[in-house]
């Protein structure tokens, strides 16, 4: 009997013991009614339960760990500090480019324009081009404006006539021949008529010539609204602008706009006309035209598009970047301009995708009726007041910049008459590009596009351009390959500047050095500093002398009558930038 309870009083030791050591082991003893033992057991279920509550636990940890981590990274994305990394914000900007994207906004523009009969003109698919950037701004968090402006036309009211009274009657045949500008004056009288020599841009291009008299000059160097405007300085009562054969589209009769300051009527000849103008001019026996046209005028409103970035440091030191938004009537114009309005538009999407937060503020616009007249980049200048004008530090425009058969020109800032800063914004570009070992040319700072309104004011200006319908010099062809003896954009103006008529290659390097000038000003301290301060000699390359304005040497400096010619074009060469129109 004590033998049994002190076995008894053992096995229960045990048994508490085994349930202690269950409740860590996982495993127990049991002691039957005679005090044998059985062997240990695992309690599986608790097994479970204790590796599942490791594991919640491990994973909390895990959790908590990667969330710090990426809390932190978050954090230092909304930083002033390039976005938490040691990228330069030129660099980010410059990468975040991509060919597909820019050929997405082509492809939409293209499809507006062939819902409005090929074209994105102001009176055709304008308007939805721009609900088109209006969406994708917003999209992207931005908060755009359409900014109205005036838009005056002139309908005519029949076709206009004109004909050759002396020494041969002649009656030429309208848009085969001639066409009156848009916005012409009225007009229905005969004039004798003088030629101007060289392009009639400078007074000294007046000194023979006869007050009264229609003036007779040929297309190229200035605008043809400053080309009109000299002529009528100098007492011309009509202008006759010939086209100059100097490229397969260049032979018809051009469309153009004369500008509202211009009261005297000017029709655009054919080349063929224009020459056979000149040789009977020069003959000496007198030259009688008589000019018919009748418009009448009304005004219509357009709009711009503008859209700031809100979270810049500085707000009075702003810097523009614009592109016109419009096409001729003639083509879609996916090269002119959607390649510059849909490399604007990238610009700002990604400027917003990568939270940049400059130190400059950044206006991204898109202009209207630039093909009819600057009107309305001009219109958006002449309504800003002088302390919004002295905000911007300077403008930036992209207009043409993946023509086919492309050349990698920068405005010229060097140009005397450009506001200061242009020059070295010009350099920026310039030195971009030979940073990717592309080498640049200069072309002309005239005021050709809508940089033209930011300059007249004293707002420093810069931008890139790739060619329009001007030939490609042989040597050129060395530089960025491409077709010698063709226009660098053959479909300049035409139906057939469509999305086929984009080289990506060259778009892509003008989209990439586009971005990271704009970031690297953006993010300047002292932006006017900057451009202000003289850096070192221009780096892009001149145009060579065959390349230039006005005439080959073979042209005896620019003296008309060596350059007549019955048989053929003109010796003479006319190559310059887009819109010389």
Known sequence: GNGGTARSQKAKKKEKKGTKNAMFSGEYEEVDASGNYTPPQRNWRKIALYAGFVFVVVVLIVVLILGLVLGLRSSDDDSDDDSGSNVPVPTKLED??????????????????????????????YNASVDYVMKTLTAAGYKPSKVPFSLPLAIQQRDPTFSQIDPKPTEYVYDKDFLAYD?????????????????????????????????????????????????????????????????ADRFAPFRAASGENVTIPVFSLSYIVGEGLVCRWGAGDGLSVKMFSDSAFTTQYSSNVVTDTTNAQKNNNIIVVGSHLDSVEAGPGINDNGSGSSLTLELAIQFAKLKLKPVNRVRFAWWGAEEVGLLGSEAYVAGLTQDEKDDIALYLNFDMVASPNYEIAVYDGNDPQAPNGSAVIAELLAEHFELQNLPTVWTAFDGRSDYGPFIQVGIPAGGLFSGAEVVKPSAQRTQWGGYANAAYDPCYHQMCDSVGNINQKGYIAFARSAAAVLAQLAMAENVRQLIG???????????????????????DGGDWMSCLSTTGPMPFTHKGPYALL
């Open 533 to 555: 301060s003289p850096r070192k000699p221009a780096t892009a390359e001149p145009r060579s002398a065959d390349d230039s304005f006005g005439f080959d040497s073979a042209c």
């Open 183 to 247: 916005g012409s004056a009225n007009v229905d009288a005969s004039f004798n008529v003088t030629l101007v020599p060289n392009l009639g841009c400078n007074d000294a291009d007046y000194s023979e010539f006869v007050p009264g008299t229609a003036a007779l000059v040929l297309r190229g160097n200035c605008s043809f609204v400053d080309k009109a405007l000299m002529a009528e300085k100098h007492g011309a009562k009509a202008q006759l602008v010939f086209n100059d054969g100097a490229a």
């Open 96 to 125: 975040a480019m991509s060919t597909s994207r820019l050929m997405s906004h082509l492809n939409q523009l293209q499809s507006i324009a062939d819902k409005y009969n090929g074209s994105r003109a102001v009176r055709l698919g």
